[in-house]
């Protein structure tokens, strides 16, 4: 235990506690016990929003798909990617795991129809050696159809639900380790920010500032980053460039530019933080700086209201009627979503939500004023309190004016 604790120290910028780790399970396997389930099901294919697997086991999302097999007894299976016996199985290291008994390796590929009952086959055994009379799937949406289908297949007779909404309940809830790691990503950002401000200048493109800011973000620590920039000039072409997909805009930024940035992006530990803002090139027209108002004033309407034994659609009817009150349409996509090891978890600021709010959640609001002249945005993530939301980190919310470079 004391030599794979130092190699973990070794290869990872952090690594969560014992104590968080063994928190999480016992408060998921008491609500096993209630519901009679004597398996879990989680399956991870991406690291944006495939966080589920990493909730149990801190292991960081990979490229081919990773599932783990979470029993009400004993010790978890990892099936991963990897050379089948009798090689021994290499993926996830040893020294990575923890509250695991067995890994197991396929040489699946998600792209191989021949080979998709693979991993679910594996998984099937396990849960067979034992019993089962029911069993829950969780996270269903990061789940694939082959892995779905073929444990279906292979539990006949068994009772197979939907158990995503136990393990939630647990989840939406940060512990005081998890919301200091939230803190760590709310000081990347604010760094991140300030690259931001000194790289945005006349000549330069949309690609190479996101390049200073990842650049800037991977050797502070950062796991994963998903910048955009949006930018033109009033009444004339609006451009925008992501640091996904192949986007390349080859026009500059120039004076009279508007440019909207949103930064997500993970610290060490995987934890997130939502950040957008605006940034003028000369002078901020009037247009956007009541729009900028409105939206500032939306997001405080947004966050008194988010308080315990609330659904969010409360808040959301209130900055809705605000918004309309000031002749802007009410949000049309999401006000906000709860933050942790994904980018976007529950519970999610829209009238459809039925989780009710805890303090120590902790939520991403990103609200949207559209006035007849311009439209304005602005993110940052809080914390549920006892009397409403409150930001993650005061010094980057109140860093929230329009920023403007001369």
């Known amino acids: ?21 063994e928190r999480r399970w016992k408060a998921v396997r008491e609500r096993m016990a209630a519901r009679g389930i004597s398996h879990l099901v989680v399956q991870s294919q991406q690291r944006f929003v495939g966080g589920y697997l990493r909730w149990f086991t801190d292991l960081p999302g990979m490229n081919y798909h990773i599932t783990a097999v979470f029993p009400l007894d004993e010790d978890m299976t990892i099936i991963a990617h990897g050379a089948p016996p009798p090689a021994p199985p290499a993926t996830p290291p040893e020294w990575a795991l923890r509250g695991v008994k067995e890994r197991i390796n396929t040489p699946a590929f998600p792209n191989v129809c021949w080979e998709d ?9 396990v849960i067979t050696r034992k019993k089962p009379n029911t069993v829950g799937l969780v996270g269903l949406g990061n789940m694939s159809a082959a892995l779905y289908e073929n444990l279906k297949k292979g539990l006949q007779g068994v009772n197979v639900v939907n158990a995503t909404d136990l393990v939630d309940e647990v989840r939406m809830v940060k512990s005081d380790e998890e919301i200091k790691l939230h803190r760590e990503a709310a000081y990347l950002h604010e760094m991140s920010y300030g690259v931001t401000k000194q790289a945005i200048r006349p000549g330069r493109t949309a690609g190479e500032v996101m390049e200073d800011i990842r650049h800037a973000q991977v050797l502070a620590g950062s796991e994963e980053q998903q910048i955009h920039i949006a930018f033109g000039r009033p009444g004339g072409t609006h451009y925008g460039q992501g640091s996904w997909g192949n986007t390349h805009v080859r026009r500059t930024f120039r004076e009279g530019d508007i440019i909207n940035i949103l930064i997500e992006s993970s610290a060490a530990g995987g934890y997130w933080y939502d950040l957008r803002r605006f940034i003028c090139i000369g002078s901020a027209p009037n247009e956007l700086q009541d729009a900028h108002a409105i939206v500032k004033e939306a997001r405080n309407i947004l966050a008194a209201n988010l308080k315990p034994g609330l659904v969010p659609g409360v808040a959301l009817e209130a900055s809705d009627q605000f918004l309309k009150n000031r002749g802007c349409p009410p949000e049309s996509r999401v006000a906000g979503h709860g933050q942790g090891l994904d980018l976007v978890e529950r519970p999610v600021v829209r009238p459809e939500e039925t989780a009710k709010l805890q303090a120590g959640m902790v939520i991403s609001l990103h609200p949207t004023a559209k006035t007849k002249h311009a439209a304005a945005s602005l993110a940052d993530t809080y914390v549920i309190g006892e009397s409403g939301a409150v930001p993650l980190y005061r010094n980057l919310f109140d860093d929230s004016e329009l920023f403007v470079v001369s």
């Open 117 to 125: 009952a693979w991993d679910a086959d594996k998984a099937v055994a």
């Open 1 to 21: 235990m004391v030599e794979e604790t130092l190699i973990r120290e070794d290869q990872r910028r952090y690594s969560l506690s014992q104590h968080e780790l």
